[in-house]
């Protein structure tokens, strides 16, 4: 790549990732949080060091919060917005080293939803939000069913398997794929994609990570112009053929939109499976429980995503000088919300550090968000999980962990990349 492109680099993550693992070994648990990667494997020890030192923590970076009311608060304040480091609150020489080395529509760069405000994200949510309805999730119901059928279908009794690519992965990029007009046939693309391009969400990435990422954005790129021009030809029924021919986004923002829709789509329900087949598995009882009656597999859902969020955090930046918990925000400053940490927040979870599936109140967490920017496809994330979980202990009763789960290398996305498991013998479909 291009030298503009190291330059960017440097800017947008280098110097933070410098910073960071600095301040890690001073001991701030900041640094650590974010330039550590045993911090990666188990946040919470820094999480709650920076909990300790009240509910807004100032740092060399960045303010960063774990609390929970003051997380969700920030959350649906208008006066906060999506942080991206290209604003009018970034110094001007910076910004131009931005736009010097520009990428192609992506899932986490201008005009894509996750980095708006109104009107802007207002007007493309709105274009999008009838895929996402509980009336259109529905409808969905019965797609996700024999897509999840077919691969337990495929998976060897008594044998063994690699539980994120022959299972968890595949049912969300099916039914993503399929919303999105993808033909079957370059499902492994976007699995590729998806993995190279997801990283751009942390704080502090390599410079090898980061061009791999942006060289994947690229690739993304051409293969949605070629899709875009199809779909103008032949349409489909989909939801991108819908937003295609309504002509209300132009190019850059369809495939920002697509990119997104992808990501999103597939990487929380990834994350949120294979997390719930390793937080239950050591839980015999509460699995035992959940095969007995499986009408509590929605709230085993909600406990996994409090307990484990495949995201654990976001950030939002003052669009004014803001008082807040006692101190002054000015304009632009930027705070880190580890929703992580506001999950397991003692003043609103009971004993927050145990894993309960009985927990009366797991749905109030804020791994999906909260405000204009709630996840759009939280719904069907939940579908998906809920369904794919079900039944995939009905149908493997006996399946216990075959070697150690591997994490993926990331922070904001927490999941895993392998999940050997040994299934056991096929019990008779009963769902």
Not at 277 to 298: A, K, T
């Given at each position: ?10 800017v947008?993550?280098g110097?933070s ?8 070994l001073r001991g ?7 330039g550590?990667?045993?911090a ?9 060091a920076l909990?300790?030192?009240g509910?807004l ?5 960045t303010w960063?919060t774990?609390d929970?009311?003051?997380s969700r608060?920030?959350?649906r304040d208008?006066r906060?917005g999506?942080f991206?480091?290209d604003?009018?609150s970034t110094p ?5 080293v931005i736009?010097?080395a520009?990428l192609?529509?992506n899932p ?6 996750l980095t708006?405000?109104?009107p ?5 949510r709105?274009?999008v939000?009838?895929a996402f309805?509980?009336?259109a999730?529905?409808?969905l119901r019965?797609r996700?069913e ?9 998976l060897?009794?008594?044998g063994?398997?690699?539980l994120i690519?022959?299972?968890?992965a595949?049912?969300p990029?099916?039914i ?6 993808f033909?079957?046939?370059?499902r492994e ?11 751009l969400?942390?704080?502090?990435l390599?410079w090898?990570?980061w061009r791999?990422?942006a060289?994947?954005t ?5 293969y949605?112009?070629?899709h875009?021009?199809?779909?103008r030809?032949e349409?489909?029924?989909d939801i991108l053929s819908?937003l295609v021919?309504a ?7 369809l495939?920002?939109?697509a990119t997104l829709l992808m990501?999103?789509?597939?990487e929380?329900t ?6 719930a ?7 015999p009882?509460?699995?035992?429980q ?5 009408e509590l597999?929605p709230q085993?859902?909600e ?6 969020p495949p ?7 003052a669009?004014?000088?803001?008082d807040i918990d006692?101190?002054t925000?000015?304009r632009?400053t930027?705070?880190v919300?580890s929703?992580?940490g ?9 004993d927050?550090?145990?894993f309960?599936i009985?927990?009366?109140?797991a749905?109030?967490h ?6 204009i920017?709630t996840?759009l496809g939280?719904s ?7 369904y ?10 006996d399946l216990?962990l075959a070697?150690?789960?591997?994490l993926?290398?990331?922070?904001t ?5 392998h999940?050997?498991v ?5 019990a008779r479909?009963?769902?």
């Amino acid at each position: 790549m291009k030298p503009r492109y190291f330059i960017r680099w440097m800017v947008e993550q280098g110097s933070s990732r410098f910073l960071m693992r600095y301040q890690a070994l001073r001991g701030d648990p900041f640094g650590k949080l974010f330039g550590t990667a045993a911090a990666r494997h188990n946040p919470y020890p820094h999480i709650e060091a920076l909990r300790q030192r009240g509910r807004l923590v100032p740092t060399p970076v960045t303010w960063v919060t774990a609390d929970y009311e003051l997380s969700r608060s920030i959350l649906r304040d208008t006066r906060f917005g999506v942080f991206i480091l290209d604003n009018p609150s970034t110094p001007e020489p910076l910004r131009r080293v931005i736009r010097k080395a520009p990428l192609p529509a992506n899932p986490v760069e201008p005009p894509s939803m996750l980095t708006i405000d109104p009107p802007d994200h207002t007007r493309i949510r709105k274009s999008v939000s009838a895929a996402f309805t509980p009336r259109a999730v529905g409808r969905l119901r019965d797609r996700v069913e024999s897509v999840t059928v077919e691969l337990l279908d495929a998976l060897p009794s008594n044998g063994s398997a690699d539980l994120i690519a022959s299972y968890a992965a595949q049912i969300p990029i099916a039914i993503i794929s399929e919303m999105l007009g993808f033909p079957d046939s370059d499902r492994e693309h976007f699995l590729r994609w998806g993995d190279k391009v997801s990283p751009l969400l942390d704080l502090g990435l390599s410079w090898g990570a980061w061009r791999t990422a942006a060289m994947a954005t690229q690739q993304m790129d051409r293969y949605l112009d070629g899709h875009i021009d199809r779909l103008r030809r032949e349409p489909g029924d989909d939801i991108l053929s819908s937003l295609v021919t309504a002509g209300n986004l132009d190019d850059r923002e369809l495939k920002a939109t697509a990119t997104l829709l992808m990501g999103a789509g597939f990487e929380t329900t990834v994350n949120l499976i294979g997390n719930a087949v390793v937080q239950l598995l050591p839980r015999p009882r509460q699995l035992e429980q959940l095969v007995d009656d499986p009408e509590l597999w929605p709230q085993a859902v909600e406990e996994v995503l409090r307990f484990d969020p495949p995201v654990q955090t976001t950030a939002r930046q003052a669009l004014c000088d803001i008082d807040i918990d006692g101190r002054t925000m000015r304009r632009g400053t930027a705070v880190v919300l580890s929703l992580a940490g506001a999950n397991r927040d003692p003043k609103m979870f009971d004993d927050p550090n145990s894993f309960d599936i009985n927990r009366p109140n797991a749905q109030q967490h804020l791994t999906f968000s909260s405000g204009i920017h709630t996840c759009l496809g939280a719904s069907l994330a939940r579908m998906e999980a809920t369904y794919a979980l079900r039944s995939l202990f009905e149908r493997f009763p006996d399946l216990r962990l075959a070697g150690t789960p591997e994490l993926r290398p990331l922070f904001t996305l927490h999941g895993y990349s392998h999940l050997p498991v040994h299934l056991g013998p096929r019990a008779r479909a009963t769902v």
